[in-house]
T-cell receptor, first 113, second 114 residues
Framework: AQSVTQPDIHITVSEGASLELRCNYSYGATPYLFWYVQSPGQGLQLLLKYFSGDTLVQGIKGFEAEFKRSQSSFNLRKPSVHWSDAAEYFCAVGANQGGKLIFGQGTELSVKP | GAGVSQSPSNKVTEKGKDVELRCDPISGHTALYWYRQSLGQGLEFLIYFQGNSAPDKSGLPSDRFSAERTGGSVSTLTIQRTQQEDSAVYLC????????????FGPGTRLTVT
């Protein structure tokens, strides 16, 4: 069965520092992978996606993610975090039955001034 | 353009009552999804609709949950005889067609069962 693991429940970084959020997936074929962000009281906003091709994908708000098949990972990165990046981040994989998404448990990001 | 809208934004109901949650997808999107977000279970898939095909109901947690999509557009999620464990945020998403996976989410309906 498909699954997504985000090992870090909560991460705190200083403003201006770099960020990496981890995501590991379990999937039998080439996965469709996503990162979404959820600010308090808001719905989910798509940051970036990987379907095929270049394994380094760029997204909105200066985020990028790298697909590593050998490690079954799709980690999210940002070189310099801004206070407005404080939110919850979800990694998701597109399941092989229709378009439903399977989400990880989320990583809450706090940003210190 | 307009995004996915959901109503109501908040709903408080008594245990045992029925509730209806509404979702208006992005115009032209043929696929519509319902998810539930709760503290204990995270984000869970509930059901999805693709055009006129039979919906995939595999994520519905019990037969108290049902959903319909009228005219290939608006969808209603109905929970009968609500229980406290139904308290959660119910999120709706739409995409241009099944398989593109690029889903756009609404703001959600926060359901509280007292």
């Amino acid at each position: 069965a498909q699954s997504v693991t985000q090992p870090d429940i909560h991460i705190t970084v200083s403003e201006g520092a770099s960020l990496e959020l981890r995501c590991n997936y379990s999937y039998g074929a080439t996965p469709y992978l996503f990162w979404y962000v959820q600010s308090p009281g808001q719905g989910l906003q798509l940051l970036l996606k990987y379907f095929s091709g270049d394994t380094l994908v760029q997204g909105i708000k200066g985020f990028e993610a790298e697909f590593k098949r050998s490690q079954s990972s799709f980690n999210l990165r940002k070189p310099s975090v801004h206070w407005s990046d404080a939110a919850e981040y979800f990694c998701a994989v597109g399941a092989n039955q229709g378009g439903k998404l399977i989400f990880g448990q989320g990583t809450e990001l706090s940003v210190k001034p | 353009g307009a995004g996915v809208s959901q109503s109501p934004s908040n709903k408080v109901t008594e245990k045992g009552k029925d509730v209806e949650l509404r979702c208006d997808p992005i115009s032209g999107h043929t696929a519509l999804y319902w998810y539930r977000q709760s503290l204990g279970q995270g984000l869970e898939f509930l059901i999805y609709f693709q055009g006129n095909s039979a919906p995939d109901k595999s994520g519905l947690p019990s037969d108290r949950f049902s959903a319909e999509r009228t005219g290939g557009s608006v969808s209603t999620l109905t929970i009968q005889r609500t229980q406290q464990e139904d308290s959660a945020v119910y999120l709706c998403a739409s995409s241009q067609r099944t398989g593109t996976y690029e889903q756009y989410f609404g703001p959600g309906t926060r359901l509280t069962v007292t």
